[in-house]
């Protein structure tokens, strides 16, 4: 399995913001879930191995960017505005073996085969 390593996790204060980068072996479809305990881990934000297309939850819709540089196989994740909601081990995947077909295979954790060890966020209000 293809190594993705995340970073840039960390606990702040709520209105904070964090980075998260991600770097993998190429330039894929790429996105971020992010799982709190209890609860089944959930979509977050993709991006399509171009950068042109973005995709993100209503949750973090106007408070997170998704974004790549290619030269450096990285993805981040700008999270601005944070609030305690968004507390959870954060993680980054990628697909690797094409099975994104269409804009809605890019939020279904199923269409990614290669997945980071997660990165803990964490929001105090």
């Known amino acids: 399995q293809v190594q993705l390593v995340e970073s840039g996790g960390g606990s702040v204060q709520a209105g904070d913001s964090l980075r998260l980068a991600c770097e993998g072996p190429g330039s894929y479809p790429m996105g971020w879930f992010r799982q709190t305990p209890g609860k089944e881990r959930e979509f977050v934000a993709a991006?399509?191995?171009?950068?042109?297309?973005?995709y993100y939850a209503d949750s973090v819709k106007g408070r997170f960017t998704i974004s790549r540089d290619n030269a450096k196989n990285t993805v981040y994740l700008q999270m601005n505005s944070l609030k305690p909601g968004d507390t959870a081990v954060y993680y980054c995947?990628?697909?690797?073996?094409?099975?994104?077909?269409?804009?809605?295979?890019?939020?279904?954790?199923?269409?990614?085969?290669?997945w980071g060890q997660g990165t803990q966020v964490t929001v105090s209000s």
């Open positions: 991006i399509s191995w171009s950068g042109r297309d973005t």
């Open positions: 995947a990628g697909d690797f073996s094409s099975l994104i077909r269409r804009s809605s295979d890019f939020s279904s954790q199923r269409r990614y085969d290669n």
